[in-house]
C-alpha cells in the first residue's frame, strides 16, 4: 500500500497533463521476441536540464527503459533479455572477433543469429514552452454580516449584506515544460521497414524549478512499459 501511495505521488507531483498514444502490429508476439536491443536515444534538449556526464546519461537513460520494460512483463511469464547496443557490440566482437560497425548489415545479420529479434529507437525532447494568459476578469459575491444588539448588547439578529466585487488577474505569461518521448519497436530481420509497435507521450505541466530529470524518467518509464504491455487493446495507427 506504501509503495502504491509513493507512486502516485510521484505521478502527481511530476506527471501534470499527460498526452499518449499507443500502436501494435497485429502480428507482433512479444512472447516471441527472445531478446531485443536498445539503440542510443535521440535527444534534444533545450530546458536547460541539470549538468549531467554524456555518459551517466546514456546509463540512466538505458537502465529507465529497461525498468519499463522489465515492469511491463513482471506479471506474465515472458522472458526477455535487454541489451544498450554498446553491449551487443561487445558480445559481437567476442563471437565473432568481428569489429562491425551498427551502420553496416553485418551487424544485423550478427544480432539475428545471436537471438536479437527486435531493436528500440527511442527519440526525447524537452523545451520551455510559454503560454500568454489574457486579462481575465472575476466577478463574485461576498457577504458582509452585521449584528443587531439591545439595549444590554445582546445579539438579536444577524444581516448578511451581500456585495459584488470584481476581482482582475492582469495579463501575463506562464513557461511550461513540455518533454516528449516516443519509443519505437523495429524488427532486426527488417530493419529499414516499418516499426512494430509505437508509443508517443508528452507530458505539458507549469514548470517550478522541480527536478527535470525526474520529468524525463518518469516518461521514459512510461512510454517503454506501454510499449510492451501485453493483451492490452490495440489501437490503431493515425
Avoid at 167 to 176: G, L, S
Wanted: proline share 3%; charged share 25%; glycine share 4%.
Amino acid at each position: 500500500m506504501k509503495k502504491f501511495i509513493l507512486a502516485l505521488l510521484c505521478v502527481l507531483l511530476f506527471s501534470g497533463e499527460v498526452f499518449a498514444e499507443l500502436w501494435q502490429n497485429q502480428n507482433l508476439k512479444i512472447s516471441e521476441l527472445g531478446k531485443v536491443f536498445i539503440m542510443p536515444f535521440e535527444t534534444k534538449s533545450e530546458a536547460g536540464t541539470q549538468l549531467i556526464p554524456e555518459s551517466q546519461l546514456k546509463n540512466n537513460l538505458y537502465s529507465w527503459a529497461n525498468n519499463g520494460i522489465n515492469s511491463a512483463l513482471k506479471k506474465s511469464k515472458i522472458k526477455l533479455t535487454v541489451k544498450s547496443l554498446e553491449a551487443l557490440t561487445e558480445d559481437i566482437k567476442f563471437v565473432y572477433n568481428d569489429n562491425v560497425s551498427v551502420s553496416d548489415d553485418l551487424f544485423f545479420q550478427h544480432a539475428k543469429e545471436l537471438g536479437y529479434n527486435a531493436f528500440i529507437t527511442c527519440k526525447i525532447e524537452q523545451r520551455f514552452q510559454t503560454e500568454h494568459i489574457p486579462e481575465q476578469i472575476r466577478t463574485y459575491t461576498e457577504y458582509r454580516e452585521i449584528q443587531k444588539r439591545d439595549s444590554k448588547g445582546r445579539i438579536i439578529e444577524t444581516i448578511r449584506i451581500p456585495e459584488e466585487k470584481t476581482e482582475i488577474t492582469p495579463a501575463h505569461d506562464v513557461t511550461y515544460l513540455y518533454t516528449l518521448c516516443e519509443p519505437k519497436l523495429f524488427m532486426t530481420s527488417e530493419r529499414n521497414g516499418e516499426y512494430y509497435a509505437a508509443s508517443s507521450q508528452n507530458i505539458y505541466r507549469e514548470y517550478q524549478g522541480g527536478p527535470v530529470m525526474k520529468v524525463v524518467e518518469n516518461i521514459v518509464n512510461a512510454t517503454m512499459k506501454e510499449l510492451f504491455t501485453v493483451n492490452e487493446k490495440i489501437k490503431k495507427r493515425k
